[in-house]
């Protein structure tokens, strides 16, 4: 069974910095697109940040400048460096990756970590 964990959230001052990690486990054959979602209280799920096998990335121009995604292909882990961190910032920051398990490909999502922003 595939399983995406995260670590790395926490509470940070703004203009601190933070990583977030993701790994998938399981019997996996590939990871294609692996990517960031954020979810503040009260706000629908966003988009932040993907990249694709050979390391192309985009990002929502809210981040641009200020966080990077990366990725590890061997560990099937994706990271996301976040830098320069606002309070809008806080959420709670959900990973992504499109999975191809022998079987099937599909979208797997990760339990989520808290991020927060404030003085």
């Known amino acids: 069974q595939v399983q995406l964990v995260e670590s790395g959230g926490g509470l940070v001052q703004p203009g601190g910095s933070l990583t977030l990690s993701c790994q998938a486990s399981?019997?996996?054959?590939?990871?294609?697109?692996m990517g960031w979602y954020r979810q503040a209280p009260g706000k629908e799920r966003e988009f932040v940040a993907r990249?694709?096998?050979?390391?192309?990335?985009n990002y929502v121009d809210s981040v641009k400048g200020r966080f990077t995604i990366s990725r590890d292909n061997a560990k099937k882990t994706a990271y996301l460096q976040m830098n320069n961190l606002k309070p809008e910032d806080t959420a709670v920051y959900y990973c992504?990756?499109?999975?191809?398990?022998?079987?099937?490909?599909?979208?797997?999502w990760g339990q989520g970590t808290q991020v927060t922003v404030s003085s």
């Open positions: 992504n990756a499109n999975i191809f398990d022998y079987e099937m490909r599909g979208d797997y």
């Open positions: 990249i694709n096998r050979i390391g192309d990335a």
């Open positions: 399981g019997n996996i054959f590939s990871v294609n697109t």
